[in-house]
């Protein structure tokens, strides 16, 4: 369908495991909108803000990619015994903030902050809170909200 809307998935992969449940739930909420996506990966939250302003950059140089109607960013942090958690938590959501609202993007945050893995999990299983459905679900919303302000080219 041609006015589906084409999703950037980004993926930090420090805790795999869990980033990988986040990712299955965010796959499975936007295939049930219809919608497409692209899965990228990087190595960690710090990140995720690069690797959606490279995609975002990209359109000014190279045409041939499909453009992105939105970006779902997932990821976990958790606190560990030094400040770096604060820090990085901060950067990545002020980084990711920065970015939709300097290139008015539709951005669905799913960076969970947590304190132990066993908090993550249950935020991470699609059994359970199912964060990265939640991520996807915000971005499919804040796309048909920039539809609705004919913000997009579609």
Known sequence: MADAPHIMIVEARFHEDIGEELVRGAMAEIAKAGATHEHFQVPGAFELPAAIQYSVKSMDFYSGR?????????????????????????????????????????????????????????????????????????????????RQFRLTSR
């Open 66 to 146: 499909r453009r992105f109607d939105g970006y779902v960013a997932l990821g976990c942090l958790i606190r560990g015994e030094t400040t770096h958690y604060d820090t990085v938590a901060a950067e990545c959501a002020r980084g990711l903030n920065d970015l939709a609202l300097r290139h008015t993007l539709a951005l669905g945050y799913g960076v969970l902050t947590v304190e132990n893995r066993e908090q993550a999990w249950v935020r991470a299983s699609v059994a359970q809170k199912n964060r990265g459905a939640d991520a996807a679900r915000a971005c499919l919303e804040m796309i048909e909200l920039k």
